[in-house]
């Protein structure tokens, strides 16, 4: 078995008490995964496994064997940013950076889970089979990443922006 | 005068820093004082400054690539973990750590017996360039000074090593008394607060006396608790002893303070000191030196290898101070015009005997309004806890919301707007120092701010409006900070053949945008285009002593180019010399335009910086300027303000507070870059929520422990919280300042808890005299 | 973190096997184990990953629903038959944590999770979960988020959960497997109150494993909710929360009701006293605040959370009347 880490297959960590978070940061090379809390409470270090988001401070390394993870790292291939990654920087959702990284790929994860109908608490219709994405939807989806810088007003223009012209594709 | 003594006395106004001659730099005249000269700049409208430029270091953000300073790899790097007294005083009985050294992968266990000797932390104050948050030794013995003290460092190949060795260390106290709670802190006795060496204590007139006499009076007390900073970054360094050179890779607001600081703990210069911090992840005034980079240091010469230190969450709660505690009395006495007879603004915060930081709480009402009298005082009583500092707007965040509530609470008394109030007594002069004001349209951006918001929907009568379980209220305050600039500005220069410039500077990126906004300034200064500008700093080996605080950051780089850039155009001129269309012009006609310099009135006169260095046969010159004294601050009444409107629900089943909607409108000088200043301005205001409604460090009053030390249970804003916060501003340059701009980093956080604390009580009628607003407070 | 072996259970069987040995816990999404591990509060030897079996939602004969063990928060959330059949549990769900954390938390690994007391995850505070009979500290210190019902000397602590506040106004079932077999539990019954043993959380045989939790058909519940009151918006633990479901007979009078609360107790609270005193009842603000005192009947306060008891009575109180229609 191996975990696949942007398409590419790494053996899991003989010592189980490595997070995948510490994996990634402190074995691989792959810093842009942030830690902010280590303890499940910030999103700062917020992954894709199977396309699904996750903390991954929260996640043995051993429990992803046979996955694939995306960090951010993953986004930008070539060079070529995300065009979410575009639309952070246009709004300027982020000022130091550091949960910026967690925001971007909950925010993708999140997209994901609103495209199959995932409700959230301030969903008013729960039988409904796509949610209306209005802001207080997103920033209740949202809500798991925290900025202290407090950018948050960009981040959601930038990811309301990026889902919009996703969704009139 | 004579032209000689005018000169002497120039050079007198010119080298004072105290005393006396405060009072000669406040009747000098203006050309005598930086800035009295405008900064041309502030006329030059068509450049870069003051357009929306995005951040220039942005793509490595998006993509996760700016590195951190957890994030430096290092040959043979061990790990370091630590661990906590749990007892608030007292000292060490014993401490057994042969399991902990005999577990799988450690490499070091330090603590006081083996520590290496060093000096105490040098204490913000104690130097010009002491950058300690307190001025305690670090592990050289077995006192306890605080819950939560450092008492062992575990070093290992892993982390996950190094966390779980320090389980496994045995340590017994002999406990002390302490004092933990802030009220039998106050029962045993306070004493007079000084903040940068003076007394915080003012009297004006008799304000007790004005106050009985007055018609109108509010005299209440208003508390806000402990807050702490937490940037999303962890407190981090990757430190290395390179020969006898330490080399830091911190995450820093302060890189040539911990420098010098780091060098005279450990007995060496400052120069063999080498601390970089390209990136940080926020900091808010807590990421200066505490004792994680120190312990990381004294275990990497112990163990002879580099080590990196990330404190875990609980770890920085642990290590790293935060705001303090304060009890403030507001008492004032006004007119049935609503004009201030007295204001009497005292009251008590929680310190230690190790630092020199009580909360100056009295800060903002030393200068945003005009009273008849003034009492302002800040007293001290000393917690056994770790030390406190400063935190975003230290004085003016929580000052501001005990003034300004106390003027609500006045204008709902005599039945006059709260905005009108605060018009009334609007100083002409700075009122407790008497000079002018360097620039003050706060009228202005009270005028646009209520038109923006539609303040004039604001019904008087609290509790009118609802919908449906929700009251609906609107409130207002005033935000101030001062502008400050530190002595110790300076700044490399270089410009090359090609026509390009870069500058280095130690100063630092924590969010504020620096790199870009001082591009675009240099861009202009100079005459070139963005690409044509290298902006370099946060390293300790480059000019200046900056430091990222007091929102002076802005003010200080700014002198520091504007004296570069004299000496790089004086030297420009002699190398241009008599063949040039610039012969015979002295520095001050010239200014940068294309690529060049010009004529200032006369742009056709112009020799590109390429043709001049050409000619001279040089590839590059480079300057080092030293910005010039601060004086400015003794000559004028420099302050930004904000008027602050904010829109809330309350809610009449649970009492929950929902900020619906607010609106901040500012005057700070002219604004370098709208779109970062949008999101200074933004991020101030949201803290300045968190400060409102939910941010509450809990020190538990039997064991001086913080009990909350995390996310999850110290509430900092989530993305819920915030409604699209609008932003607008006067733009007025301020003609004094270097840009004509004023730092933005802390205003926003300013006055924002007045402002939500007044919307709720429009609401609901409850005044909240004690933060955070949490809901059982409006059961 | 003490070392510690992992292994991933192919089957229950498999699963409970090694579970026996002493010192083996069984992980599911990680998010509570995990952080408790790193705070040296948990020290298991070894994990099992039981993430692999019995994930799913299948349809019961009589109406109702099996949930497998291991099935994600988000996975029971976002299911057309919760969403529809049963919105107080997809809405409970929803108003806990993140999410992220909401997309790696198993059902069996929330119904387990313990709870968030600051002095519980203090190892310098005395608490008598983590070390029977040394004291609690929270009692005389920080206690706002601290229980008002059904506490005891030794505990004061609250079970954090919102997912399980709807299920035991559900009234759902827990299925269990251990060394000596099969067997079911009334989910009201799963966790204990503290009394004199607050480490001893649930009535759950060591080694043996949750394999699902059945809903019972409850249609009614499509008049349901779940309601939390916090201290910020979103991304934190209940102060109170309240699960309801009303059933309306022809006549408008309360035929059945469903009520529980979170946020104020050791487990999830099943108000079965104000449940009996809906029954009959003409929906009205007054009939509603009645059955809210009877929830509240015995409520105990501490310190700083006396105000638990007025929040849970109105949100008991508002709930029921946004349920029914009936204007506050």
Request: charged fraction near 20%.
């Amino acid at each position: 078995m191996a975990i696949t880490i942007n398409g590419t297959a790494y053996s899991p960590p003989q010592d189980a008490r490595v997070s995948l978070l510490d994996l990634l940061r402190e074995r691989l090379g792959l810093s842009g995964t942030k830690k902010g809390c280590d303890q499940g409470a910030c999103g700062a270090c917020t992954v894709l496994v199977d396309g699904e988001r996750i903390l991954s401070c929260l996640t043995l390394a051993v429990q992803v064997d046979g996955r694939a993870v995306t960090t951010i790292e993953g986004l930008s291939e070539d060079g070529a940013l995300h065009p979410l990654q575009q639309a952070f920087i246009v709004h300027d959702g982020f000022q130091c950076g550091y949960c910026t990284p967690g925001q971007i790929c909950s925010a993708i994860g999140m997209a994901a889970e609103v495209r199959r109908g995932v409700p959230s608490v301030v969903t008013a219709d729960l039988g409904a089979d796509a949610p209306v994405l209005s802001d207080d939807e997103l920033r209740e989806r949202m809500s798991g990443n925290l900025c202290r810088c407090g950018a948050y007003n960009g981040i959601i223009d930038a990811i309301r922006e990026t889902y919009a012209t996703e969704a009139a594709e | 005068m004579s032209d000689n003594k005018l000169a002497d006395a120039k050079a007198a106004v010119q080298g004072a820093v105290q005393g006396v001659m405060m009072k000669a730099i406040a009747v000098a005249p203006d050309s005598w004082i930086p800035g009295g000269v405008p900064d041309p700049l502030i006329v030059h409208q068509h450049g870069h400054v003051g357009r929306s430029l995005s951040r220039i270091d942005g793509p490595l953000k998006v993509r996760g690539a700016a590195p951190f300073a957890a994030e430096f790899p290092m040959d043979g790097m061990v790990y370091a973990a630590v661990l906590f007294s749990t007892i608030a005083r007292g000292r060490i009985a014993t401490i057994d750590a042969q399991a902990a050294e005999a577990a799988e992968g450690v490499a070091l266990v330090m603590t006081y017996k083996n520590a290496p000797r060093m000096k105490p932390m040098p204490g913000f104050g104690s130097n010009a360039k002491a950058a300690g948050g307190a001025s305690l030794p670090v592990m050289q013995d077995p006192e306890i000074h605080w819950n939560g003290q450092p008492i062992a460092v575990v070093l290992a190949e892993t982390q996950e090593q190094a966390d779980h060795a320090t389980s496994l260390i045995d340590v017994t106290y002999e406990v002390a008394p302490s004092v933990t709670s802030f009220a039998e802190a106050k029962g045993v006795g306070v004493e007079p607060g000084l903040f940068m060496g003076s007394p915080l204590k003012i009297e004006i007139g008799d304000a007790e006396a004005a106050l009985a006499a007055a018609p109108h009076r509010i005299d209440a007390v208003y508390e806000t608790p402990y807050h702490t900073h937490n940037p999303i970054e962890l407190h981090a360094a990757t430190v290395a002893w390179q020969g006898d050179t330490l080399r830091i890779h911190d995450a820093s607001q302060a890189v040539a303070h911990m420098a010098w600081s780091m060098g005279h703990m450990f007995g060496i210069g400052e120069d063999q000191v080498h601390v970089t911090s390209p990136f940080v992840g926020g900091g808010f005034g807590s990421k200066t030196l505490w004792q994680h980079q120190v312990l990381a240091a004294a275990a990497a010469k112990l163990v002879g290898r580099p080590v990196r230190i990330m404190l875990s969450r609980e770890g920085v709660y642990r290590v790293v101070g935060g705001r303090s505690l304060t009890e403030q009395r507001v008492a004032i006495g006004a007119g049935a015009d609503g004009v201030f007879a007295a204001i009497v603004h005292t009251g008590i915060s929680a310190t230690t005997r190790s630092n020199a930081f009580p909360e100056p709480f009295i800060l903002p009402t030393m200068s945003v309004y005009g009273a008849g009298s003034f009492k302002l005082e800040v007293d001290i009583a000393y917690v056994d806890m770790l030390a406190n500092t400063f935190m975003r707007a230290p004085g003016e965040a929580v000052g501001t919301f005990a003034l300004e509530c106390a003027i609500d609470e006045l204008a709902h008394q005599i039945g006059m707007d709260p905005i009108e109030i605060r018009h009334r007594n609007e100083p002409d002069k700075d009122p407790v120092k008497g000079l002018p004001h360097s620039q003050l349209d706060i009228a202005k951006a009270y005028a646009q701010g209520a038109e923006a918001f539609g303040w004039n929907k604001r019904k008087a009568v609290p509790g009118s409006r609802r919908e449906g379980e929700w009251l609906i209220g609107m409130g207002v305050a005033t935000g101030t900070y001062p502008y400050h600039r530190m002595p110790g500005g300076a700044a490399r220069m270089t410009l090359t053949r090609d026509g390009h410039a870069t500058i280095e500077i130690a100063a630092h990126e924590m969010g504020m945008g620096t790199a870009t906004a001082h591009t675009q300034v240099t861009a202009d200064r100079l005459g070139l285009g963005l690409d044509q500008v290298t902006f370099r700093y946060g390293d300790s080996l480059m000019p200046g002593v900056v430091l990222a605080g007091g929102s002076q950051q802005t003010a200080s780089i700014g002198a520091s180019i504007i004296a570069a850039h004299a000496l790089l155009v004086t030297e420009l001129l002699q190398l241009a010399g008599n063949d040039s269309p610039l012969a015979g012009l002295k520095p001050d006609e010239v200014g940068g335009r294309d690529g060049g310099l010009c004529k200032l009135d006369e742009p056709e006169r112009f020799e590109s910086y390429a043709s001049i260095l050409s000619r001279a046969q040089r590839n590059e010159i480079s300057v080092l300027g030293e910005a010039a004294k601060p004086l400015e601050l003794q000559h004028w009444s420099m302050h930004s303000h904000g008027a602050m409107f904010c829109e809330v629900k309350v809610s009449t089943v649970t009492g929950e507070t929902r900020v619906s909607r607010f609106l901040g409108s500012f005057d700070c000088g002219r604004i370098l870059n709208p779109k970062t200043a949008m999101s200074q301005f933004r991020g101030g205001i949201i803290m300045g929520l968190g400060l409102a409604l939910t941010e509450e460090t809990l020190l538990d009053t039997r064991s001086g422990r913080i009990m909350n030390p995390s996310l999850s249970d110290y509430h900092v804003p989530v993305h819920m919280d915030v409604p699209e916060i609008d932003v607008i501003w006067t733009d007025i340059p301020d003609p004094h300042t270097p840009m004509g701009a004023r730092g933005i980093g802390e205003i926003g956080i300013t006055g924002v808890g007045a402002a939500v604390a007044n919307a709720v009580f429009n609401a609901t009628g409850k005044r909240i005299r004690s933060l955070p607003i949490t809901l059982d407070k409006l059961l | 973190m003490t070392p510690f072996t992992f292994a991933r259970a192919g089957d229950t069987a498999e699963a409970l096997r090694q579970g026996e040995r002493a010192g083996t816990k069984y992980l599911g999404g990680g998010t509570n184990l995990v952080d408790l591990m790193r705070e040296q509060i948990e020290a298991p030897t070894a994990l099992v990953d039981v993430t692999g079996l019995s994930s799913g939602i299948e349809e019961t004969g009589g109406g109702g629903l099996l949930i497998g063990a291991a099935t994600r928060n988000t996975a029971v959330a976002e299911h057309r038959l919760i969403r529809t059949r049963y919105p107080l549990l997809a809405r409970a769900i929803l108003a806990g944590a993140s999410g992220q954390i909401r997309n790696m938390a198993t059902v069996a690994g929330n119904m387990l999770q313990r709870t968030r007391c600051a002095y519980f995850y203090d190892e310098a505070a005395r608490c008598n979960k983590r070390a029977p009979g040394v004291g609690c500290d929270a009692i005389d210190g920080f206690n706002r988020m601290h229980a008002i019902l059904g506490a005891s000397p030794a505990c004061v602590a609250t079970h954090p959960s919102d997912m399980c506040v709807a299920l035991a106004a559900i009234g759902a079932t827990v299925h269990l497997q251990g060394a000596g077999g099969a067997r079911t539990l009334p989910f009201t019954d799963l966790h204990r109150l503290p009394e004199g043993r607050p480490d001893i959380e649930t009535l759950l045989e060591p080694g043996e494993l949750i394999t699902g939790v059945e809903l019972p058909a409850l249609p009614f519940a499509v008049r349901s909710t779940y309601r939390k009151v916090r201290d910020r918006s979103s991304y934190a633990f209940a102060l109170v929360s309240v699960a309801a479901a009303v059933d309306l007979a022809e006549d408008g009078t309360v035929r059945e009701a469903r009520l529980a609360l979170g946020g104020v107790a050791h487990k999830p609270w099943r108000a079965f006293r104000a449940e009996a005193a809906l029954i009959g009842a003409q929906p009205s603000e007054n009939a509603f605040r009645a059955a809210a005192e009877a929830a509240l009947e015995g409520a105990a306060p501490l310190a700083d959370n006396a105000f638990k008891i007025e929040l849970a009575k109105r949100t008991i109180t508002a709930v029921l009347a946004e349920l029914t229609g009936v204007s506050a």
